[in-house]
């Protein structure tokens, strides 16, 4: 195999024409790039210099090795340059997938930090729901998936147990579930409410991964809730509440970013709550733009 530093050795004998001054070149001894020469004419299997008294010429496959090495060595200081600059974070980049109430919330606040610490580092975002976001994630479409799940029905289905056990997962905030009632509505002005509470009204439910939980929780309490509508747009879901077509339980995280007209928001009891983390590959964990993206996700919930 033809090394590098043997490649730098020959550009200096061809460039000076003795071992020597070759050596003086390269702050080494004469007997170093001697051998250092040898070495390379075993590994190309030819010999590539022609020593004629004091004075050295190359061989035709000396002359093809140095013109090829000029470019083989700019090549390899520009990738030593560029992993250089990416491990210290004066560049590279970072593909975040995150769920739409993760996007309009946490991942702002992320991003200007990210881009006020390192602004070498371009960080892209794309929206996607779990699980699709996680499956994006082992496909190498992103090096971090901001995600979420259900302690509850994590804790009745071991698939879901096991989900993200081959994952890195960064604990960004537990998030609570609000009610959302008509303002019409008789629990508008209610400090609580339980689920069975609503067990009469049409409801209006989020994403697949919601929707599932949502008819757990109910079934929990009693009773199977008629779902009238599905959408997964927040706004939406607000929207239809606000217009009197139902009742809705969203995370406080959707609630942030979207005005609450001709709704009522009230506690929900027992208290649900859902897991928001941010997702990695273990490999990718060790990268450090990935690790500064990581910790100023898990930091966002401070703002």
């Not at 008789?186 to 339980?194: C, M, P, V």
């Amino acid at each position: 195999m033809i090394e590098a530093r043997h490649l730098r050795v020959l550009r200096a004998v061809a460039r000076t024409g003795s071992f020597s001054a070759a050596a003086r070149g390269l702050g080494c001894t004469q007997p170093a790039v001697s051998q250092q020469m040898k070495a390379l004419e075993q590994s190309a299997g030819t010999p590539l210099l022609i020593r004629t008294g004091r004075e050295m010429r190359l061989t035709q496959a000396g002359e093809a090795l140095v013109r090829h090495a000029t470019g083989i060595l700019a090549g390899l200081t520009a990738a030593e340059e560029e992993v250089a600059a990416i491990a210290g974070l004066r560049a590279g980049r970072v593909r975040l997938v995150s769920f739409p109430s993760g996007s309009s919330t946490l991942v702002p606040t992320a991003l200007a930090a990210m881009r006020a610490a390192h602004p070498g580092t371009r960080v892209s975002l794309v929206e996607a729901e779990p699980p699709r976001s996680v499956e994006m994630l082992r496909n190498g479409d992103c090096e971090i998936a901001l995600a979420f799940r259900y302690p509850e029905v994590r804790g009745a289905d071991p698939a879901a147990e096991a989900e993200w056990d081959d994952l890195v997962v960064r604990p960004v905030l537990v998030d609570r579930l609000v009610g959302l009632v008509p303002e019409s509505h008789r629990l508008a002005g209610a400090g609580t409410a339980g689920f069975a509470d609503l067990a009469g009204d049409p409801w209006i439910a989020g994403c697949p991964r919601c929707r599932r939980h949502l008819v757990e929780v109910c079934e929990g309490a009693g009773f199977t809730p008629r779902i009238d509508f599905a959408t997964d747009d927040y706004p939406a879901v607000i929207g239809l509440v606000g217009a009197g077509l139902g009742v809705a339980v969203l995370p406080e995280l959707a609630l942030e970013s979207v005005r609450h007209k001709g709704v009522r928001t009230v506690a929900m009891e027992p208290c649900v709550q859902r897991e928001v983390v941010a997702l990695t590959l273990p490999d990718l964990a060790q990268v450090p733009a990935v690790e500064a993206m990581l910790g100023r996700l898990a930091g966002a919930v401070h703002r």
